[in-house]
């Protein structure tokens, strides 16, 4: 039997996915297993029997992850499975800013009692004018799943979509629309396009990317969009531009002192995937991993360890090894497993960056003192046997 636990309250729909062969713990110390959100991780005590940490979301920001990689606790997120509700956040976020919605609602408030409002509001509307969407450039930064989804909506919105990744996936590819206009420089996005959205990872390459260098590429029309991680902005910079009239709207999910009631700023407090499908989504897709780690040893979603998947095991045994990414690890593995007398069927080794793991079907299954041996080899960081 499995124990897990949860360090927030994760959707039903997924946890009936774990079947009698699964008991939810209280305590971290006693579980092979974690399902988290946005649960801050990175002052606990990640316990030696904990096998694996499923986010509910594509975020992981709240996980050590190094940490958990040199203590070979696999990390898993769920991309793409709070795509839509983004999507249409995005949306809502774009006519927003192309027409003052929010100001207009605040002042009919402001107009409660007053028997004269119809006839006033036809007087008061010009205030809150604006512009459509329809014929305006949308440019793409990131064609990930949530990329390419709100690249696909705009052409259906007579939008002329601009779409750049240089890292596009060919699964990405081949979803995404024929109408968009794949550039290869991140620069003719920001001269063209009138409303800018990004929808990439924050990495060390990727923070602050639109920053002041960027923004005097743009129009002074622009409209820059985040929902993907404030970081990834150089928000001083934009308030700024905001302030001398060289950006027209910045709208984002992620408040903080810097952008929350600045001029043409529009902010949403981070309720990008907080809808119930997209949290039904991230618990199925979560539990999911967790399952087929745990129980056939796959790695599928890893952002720590390569993704790594033999099927459902049929052999008489399976040993999962994770390791540090370095020469002749799978020789000694061997050498070991040939000193038992026990034959490798089938092998898979797979790595990333400085990880890597090695999934072995076996035609026997594996003693004590054969794991011991291998979780004593230079360079393993742990030994999980499957089968």
């Excluded at 952002?303 to 045994?317: K, L, R």
């Amino acid at each position: 039997m499995f124990q897990y636990t949860c360090l927030n309250p994760i959707a039903d729909v997924g946890l009936k996915l774990l079947d009698s062969n699964y008991q939810k713990v209280e305590d971290m110390k006693d579980a092979q297993a974690v399902l988290v959100r946005s649960a801050a991780m990175h002052d606990l005590e990640l316990p030696q029997g904990l096998y694996a940490i499923a986010r509910a979301g594509a975020g992981v920001n709240n996980i050590p992850l190094d940490k958990c990689a040199e203590a070979g606790i696999v990390v898993f997120n769920t991309p793409g499975a709070n795509a839509n509700g983004v999507k249409e956040l995005v949306f809502a976020g774009m006519l927003l800013a192309a027409r003052d919605v929010v100001g207009g609602i605040d002042w009919v408030k402001s107009q409660e009692g007053n028997a004269d409002v119809a006839k006033l509001a036809e007087k008061e509307k010009k205030n809150f004018a604006g512009t459509e969407i329809a014929g305006k450039k949308l440019g793409v930064i990131g064609l990930g799943a949530i990329g390419v989804k709100v690249a696909n909506a705009a052409t259906h919105l007579d939008m002329e979509v601009y779409g750049y990744d240089p890292y596009i996936s060919v699964s990405a590819a081949w979803n995404l629309s024929r109408s968009v206009k794949h550039v290869n420089s991140v620069e003719e996005i920001y001269k063209e396009c009138d409303y800018i959205t990004v929808h990439v990872p924050l990495l060390d390459s990727t923070k602050e990317m639109i920053n002041e260098e960027a923004i005097s590429m743009m129009k002074p029309e622009t409209v820059i969009l985040n929902f993907a991680r404030d970081l990834l902005v150089d928000e001083k910079a934009v308030v700024k531009a905001l302030e001398e009239g060289r950006l027209r709207k910045y709208v984002t999910d992620f408040p903080n002192p810097t952008t929350v009631g600045k001029k043409n700023c529009i902010v949403t407090p981070h309720i990008g995937a907080s809808t119930e499908e997209s949290e039904d989504n991230c618990a199925v897709m979560a539990v999911e991993e967790i399952r087929d780690f745990l129980e056939n040893g796959n790695i599928t979603h890893s952002v720590n360890f390569p993704d790594c998947s033999m099927g459902e095991c049929q052999s008489e045994g399976r040993l999962l090894v994770l390791h540090k990414n370095v020469k002749g690890m799978i020789s000694q593995y061997t050498a070991v497993l040939g000193e038992a007398n026990i034959n490798i069927s089938n092998m898979t080794n797979k790595s990333r960056g400085e990880y890597a793991c090695a999934l072995m079907d076996l035609d026997a299954p594996v003693t004590d003192s054969v794991v011991e041996a291998l979780a004593k080899t230079a360079g393993v960081l742990k030994v999980r046997v499957i089968k």
